[in-house]
């Protein structure tokens, strides 16, 4: 059988998984996984409330929290960051084998501090301090006050997954957050070469909402081109801007690329290819963070052709010039997009909040 993960890792793809829990860390399957060239693991709020609400791993440790007097926040806080720093440490061989590149962990900070630059701030340094694991990502929204927040942390010399970009002028603003943040991080005397980041550039639900607009339009010819054209255009950006004076300057001390990471690769049309959003975004220094179910069909029946993203620039300007001229928006899709990703993270926090409000009840009774 073709081993299609490592094909995917020879074009210089980095597959990451996009799901967590205890049971997956405490039964050894996450341990398998890497051993299978899944380099690194991506979680947000949604992945937690569905990992706190299915089995018992986590009675014992919330029991325990009761006891201790804690409040809901305080058990949500204790119980995310354990598994991170127990993932972190079950890919550490892989970090270190990757020089620090891969081998990474992500954790989000609470979603209802993304409109707010200095909580959220104070969050990613607490979640740092907390988990205390070199390959640790600290996730911040890519939102208009998430975007200093960005590049304060790294200033800090923590290390950043930026999170819900869907449009290029925000992935734009993205990369300059993360060059001023190295900046001032060398400024500050912090090793530039610990450094590293990756921009999550989400691709299905741009598709989603643009396919629901294209009804009736009679541009239907368009639907489930959207998403790969526009991260196509984005991986142009990124050969751009991490180019010339100002970005050699920060190489030559020791500075990492901030790579391409595609999230929501996940097919939510099931008339598509159910790898199309891996088969099509191969490039190289790119990660691809996939859901368990992406990742069953990529191992088992995707079709990796090398490099699918530099070759395919001028068809991706000529779809999303066939879509303007259908009368799609893009600035509105995209402000839309951002609007609904952190409304849906903040729904998911909501939920786990309530899960574990439950459990917290019942370890008393």
Known sequence: MTDHLKELADAGVAVWLDDLS????????????????????????????????????????????????????????AITTTDVRDACDVLKPVFDATDGVDGRVSIEVDPRMA?????????????????DRENLFIKIPATDEGIPAITTTLARGISVNVTLIFGLARYQQVMEAYVAGLEQAKDAGHDLSAIHSVASFFVSRVDTEIDKRLEGTGSQGLAGKAGVANARLAYRDYEKFFAGSRWEALAAAGANKQRPLWASTGVKNPDYRDTMYVD????????????????????????????QVTNHYDDADAVMAELKAAGIDYDDVIAVLEREGVEKFEKSWSELLETVQGQMEASGQ
């Open 22 to 77: 205890r049971e997956r860390i405490a039964s050894g399957n996450l341990l398998e996984l890497t051993k299978d060239h899944v380099h690194g693991v991506t979680t947000n709020p949604s992945i937690f409330a569905s990992a706190l609400s299915d089995g018992e791993r986590y009675d014992e440790q919330v029991r325990e929290l009761v006891r201790q007097g804690k409040d809901v926040d305080d058990v949500v806080f």
């Open 115 to 131: 409109h707010d630059e200095q909580r959220t701030t104070d969050s990613a340094r607490q979640l740092w301090d907390e988990v």
């Open 280 to 307: 099509d975004l191969v490039a190289p220094n790119t990660v691809n963070t996939m859901p368990e179910k992406t990742l069953d069909a990529v191992r088992d029946h995707s079709d990796v052709r090398g490099d």
